[in-house]
């Protein structure tokens, strides 16, 4: 989903985003006037250019309204709200998007996302009337030729979520749109007009679980049928568990009398116990199914490494890649359908409840008829929780800083960066703030929707879409604003998606166990689910901490034959494949390729390579961005 596009009076920098686009871009389409440039990859239907009565629209994603069913005019109604400063839109409005919106008449230009914004938008001002913006760094670089930010990079190799908060980018000057903004440039005003949508728990609706999950499941069809209109073959991302179980729900719901053909698929071996529970939903819906072992691809080799951070800036679950080199779609970019933030309907990130530790309390809770008890939000516990999550997520950024290298700090000390680090992170702490959330535990999902939902899932669409369009309905800022209304009680525990699973549309998906908790339907009672899970977790540990004090790579690690990761590290090459991975110009990758060893060797357990791909993904957008000046 590549686009770029600058307004100004320079016809030197006009041409040459002209020229740049289309050597890095196959089939590039480009609309341009003597002050004005867009110019749009060719493939599929991720990016849309559109333009009605001298207004140009340039849209990566997708969005839709309630009672227009002309996409045209969708197009028409989202350039005029912007154009006239409608934002946020208004309840009718949904999908997952973000878009440049310019009037040739006044050079009036605005940039905008969703409520969550995962599609990223770049964008540099190079002065009161002259704009360029897109949706890779890289390119933005070959044109602008800016230098390493150390605090974006110190970002972007730290944990929880190797990603830049904030508008911070990997490049000094250039900002990316927060979480539901739009920016407004105009001629006449000295600054530009930032707006907000902060729509996300605008109100606690009192509606009991059964019309809370006919609510979720309707919106989520809705916009499963939305996308799938005229697609004759679509794939989803199908594991066991029940995020993508539920969009597999949905796809069926709407595939009926239809000849649409539905290939799910996953990564991973075939008779994982993961994979043939999916193989199972899969056949009850209708769909063809195949698992892609990632043996060969979790740790992929220099150069195709290489080759997807420059398509997509986007390398982190390289499991992902399986499917990429291996699927062989029918068309050209056929959609992709993941159930990623399917996750909010569990309240999974409300960590105050979702913890292993905290769903043993609240279960022991409940057996005395204690039900969970929410804190409402006042501005001393919103103080309290922002002041614990940045000390937290700015400690764990300055644990890394030692390892920049110093000649992009240019002399930049210590205590510099860090304040410079913890404006970002209250920049995104604040945002979260901005929305009117109900309760002091729910501000950790919100933040988690921020970060993780916005960057880390996001991810996962950007990479799909070099060779598929990849969506994830239930990120659409429609869905998650209606899930962020329905009380967190009603969510936790699991309430809304036993809910959801006794609807007809998925009741033969509710009759196959999950992964999560085995041997069990989705109709077996809730205790008897809680103690299933509990027992499987525990004997899971217990099997781990064994493995681990022996160092036995044969000895047994789970239950039940599940995915894990031990043998993507049990390779002597591992740590040498991931050393190629790093120029080692920004930072010292030492860490990173120490952490390889201790889990092929079980000093550590091994983990999903989050932490190892995420600082390489940075390090390679750079090595690209900085050798292309």
Same mark, same amino acid.
């Given at each position: 989903?590549n686009?770029a596009f600058?307004?100004?009076?320079?016809?030197?920098?006009?041409?040459?985003?002209?020229?740049?686009?289309?050597?890095?871009?196959?089939?590039c389409?480009?609309?341009a006037?003597?002050?004005?440039?867009?110019?749009?990859?060719?493939?599929g239907?991720g990016?849309?250019?559109?333009c009605?009565?001298?207004?140009?629209?340039?849209?990566?994603?997708y969005v839709?309204?309630?009672?227009?069913?002309?996409?045209?005019?969708?197009?028409?109604?989202?350039?005029?709200?912007?154009?006239?400063?409608v934002?946020?839109?208004?309840?009718?409005?949904?999908g997952?998007?973000?878009?440049?919106?310019?009037?040739?008449?006044n050079?009036?230009?605005?940039?905008?996302?969703?409520?969550?914004?995962y599609?990223?938008?770049?964008?540099?001002?190079?002065g009161?009337?002259?704009?360029i913006?897109g949706?890779?760094?890289i390119?933005l670089?070959?044109?602008?030729?800016r230098?390493p930010d150390?605090?974006g990079?110190?970002?972007?190799?730290?944990?929880?979520?190797?990603?830049?908060?904030?508008?911070?980018?990997?490049?000094?000057?250039?900002s990316?749109l927060?979480?539901?903004?739009?920016?407004?440039f105009?001629?006449?005003?000295a600054?530009?007009l930032?707006?907000?949508?902060?729509?996300?728990?605008?109100?606690?609706?009192?509606?009991?679980?059964?019309?809370?999950?006919?609510?979720?499941?309707?919106?989520?069809?809705?916009?499963?049928?939305?996308?799938?209109e005229?697609?004759?073959e679509?794939?989803?991302?199908?594991?066991?568990?029940?995020?993508?179980r539920?969009?597999?729900?949905?796809?069926a719901?709407?595939?009926?009398?239809?000849q649409?053909?539905?290939?799910?698929?996953?990564?991973?071996?075939?008779?994982?116990?993961?994979s043939?529970?999916?193989?199972?939903?899969?056949?009850?819906?209708?769909?063809?199914?195949?698992?892609y072992?990632?043996d060969?691809y979790?740790?992929?080799?220099?150069?195709?490494?290489?080759?997807?951070?420059?398509?997509?800036?986007?390398?982190?679950?390289?499991?992902?890649?399986?499917?990429?080199?291996?699927?062989?779609?029918?068309?050209?970019h056929?959609l992709?359908?993941?159930?990623?933030?399917?996750?909010?309907?569990?309240?999974?990130?409300?960590?105050?409840?979702?913890?292993r530790?905290a769903?043993?309390?609240?279960f022991?809770?409940?057996?005395?008829?204690?039900?969970?008890?929410?804190?409402?939000?006042?501005?001393a516990?919103?103080?309290?929780?922002?002041?614990?999550?940045?000390?937290?997520?700015?400690?764990?950024q300055?644990?890394?800083?030692?390892?920049?290298?110093?000649?992009?700090?240019?002399?930049?000390?210590?205590?510099?960066?860090?304040?410079?680090?913890?404006?970002?992170?209250?920049?995104t702490?604040?945002?979260?703030?901005?929305?009117?959330?109900f309760f002091?535990?729910?501000?950790?999902?919100l933040?988690?929707?921020?970060?993780?939902?916005?960057v880390?899932?996001?991810r996962?669409?950007?990479?799909?879409?070099a060779?598929?369009?990849?969506?994830?309905?239930?990120?659409?800022?429609?869905i998650?604003?209606?899930?962020?209304?329905?009380?967190p009680?009603? @969510?936790?525990r699991?309430?809304l998606? +036993?809910?959801? &699973? !006794?609807?007809?549309? =998925?009741k #033969?998906l509710?009759? *196959?166990?999950?992964?999560?908790?085995p041997?069990?339907?989705?109709?077996a009672?809730?205790?008897?689910?809680?103690?299933?899970?509990?027992?499987?977790?525990?004997?899971?540990q217990?099997?781990? @901490?064994?493995k681990?004090?022996?160092? +036995?790579?044969? &000895? !047994?690690?789970?239950l =039940?034959? #599940?995915?894990?990761? *031990?043998?993507?590290?049990?390779?002597?090459?591992?740590?040498?494949v991931?050393?190629?991975?790093?120029?080692?110009r920004?930072?010292?990758p030492?860490?990173?390729i120490?952490?390889?060893?201790? @889990?092929?060797?079980?000093?550590?357990?091994?983990?999903? &390579?989050?932490?190892?791909v995420?600082?390489?993904?940075?390090?390679?957008?750079?090595?690209?961005?900085?050798?292309?000046?």
């Amino acid at each position: 989903m590549n686009f770029a596009f600058y307004a100004g009076p320079s016809e030197a920098r006009l041409n040459q985003v002209r020229r740049l686009t289309r050597q890095s871009w196959e089939q590039c389409r480009c609309i341009a006037s003597a002050d004005y440039c867009v110019s749009a990859q060719q493939r599929g239907h991720g990016v849309t250019l559109h333009c009605e009565d001298g207004v140009h629209l340039c849209l990566a994603g997708y969005v839709g309204a309630d009672g227009l069913a002309d996409k045209t005019a969708v197009l028409s109604a989202l350039a005029a709200s912007l154009t006239n400063g409608v934002w946020p839109l208004g309840d009718e409005w949904f999908g997952s998007f973000a878009c440049v919106v310019f009037d040739t008449s006044n050079g009036h230009t605005v940039l905008a996302n969703d409520a969550l914004g995962y599609y990223p938008l770049y964008y540099c001002s190079l002065g009161s009337d002259e704009l360029i913006a897109g949706s890779s760094q890289i390119l933005l670089n070959r044109i602008l030729g800016r230098p390493p930010d150390p605090v974006g990079l110190l970002q972007a190799i730290s944990r929880p979520s190797f990603s830049n908060y904030g508008r911070r980018t990997l490049l000094h000057g250039v900002s990316r749109l927060l979480p539901g903004e739009a920016v407004s440039f105009s001629r006449d005003r000295a600054r530009p007009l930032h707006l907000y949508d902060n729509s996300l728990y605008s109100e606690l609706r009192s509606t009991d679980v059964e019309e809370s999950a006919e609510t979720a499941f309707r919106l989520l069809a809705k916009h499963v049928e939305f996308l799938c209109e005229g697609q004759e073959e679509v794939f989803l991302g199908l594991s066991g568990g029940w995020d993508s179980r539920v969009v597999l729900g949905a796809l069926a719901h709407q595939r009926r009398g239809t000849q649409q053909q539905v290939r799910c698929t996953t990564y991973g071996q075939g008779d994982l116990y993961e994979s043939r529970i999916a193989r199972k939903c899969a056949q009850v819906s209708g769909g063809r199914f195949r698992s892609y072992p990632d043996d060969a691809y979790y740790f992929p080799a220099a150069d195709l490494f290489s080759e997807y951070v420059r398509k997509t800036e986007a390398v982190y679950v390289t499991a992902w890649l399986a499917v990429l080199e291996t699927a062989v779609p029918g068309g050209d970019h056929p959609l992709f359908l993941l159930g990623d933030m399917c996750e909010s309907i569990d309240g999974r990130n409300i960590l105050a409840f979702s913890t292993r530790a905290a769903r043993v309390r609240e279960f022991g809770r409940s057996l005395v008829g204690v039900q969970e008890r929410f804190t409402p939000l006042d501005d001393a516990g919103f103080q309290a929780w922002e002041k614990r999550v940045v000390e937290s997520i700015v400690a764990r950024q300055m644990a890394n800083f030692p390892r920049i290298d110093k000649a992009l700090l240019d002399g930049a000390q210590g205590a510099d960066i860090e304040q410079q680090l913890v404006e970002d992170v209250k920049t995104t702490t604040r945002r979260v703030g901005e929305n009117e959330v109900f309760f002091v535990e729910l501000l950790d999902e919100l933040l988690a929707w921020y970060v993780r939902g916005r960057v880390e899932l996001g991810r996962q669409m950007l990479i799909l879409n070099a060779r598929f369009t990849g969506v994830s309905p239930a990120m659409s800022f429609q869905i998650l604003r209606a899930i962020s209304n329905v009380h967190p009680r009603l @969510r936790l525990r699991r309430r809304l998606m +036993n809910a959801i &699973a !006794r609807l007809d549309a =998925l009741k #033969s998906l509710a009759r *196959i166990p999950s992964a999560q908790v085995p041997y069990l339907t989705m109709n077996a009672p809730s205790l008897l689910k809680e103690l299933v899970w509990g027992g499987r977790s525990t004997i899971d540990q217990l099997l781990i @901490r064994r493995k681990l004090g022996t160092r +036995n790579h044969r &000895a !047994r690690s789970r239950l =039940l034959k #599940s995915f894990d990761c *031990i043998c993507a590290y049990d390779n002597a090459a591992r740590s040498g494949v991931v050393e190629s991975w790093f120029s080692g110009r920004w930072f010292d990758p030492q860490p990173v390729i120490d952490t390889v060893r201790d @889990r092929a060797s079980l000093r550590a357990w091994p983990l999903p &390579a989050h932490d190892i791909v995420g600082p390489a993904n940075a390090s390679k957008i750079l090595d690209y961005a900085m050798d292309c000046q």
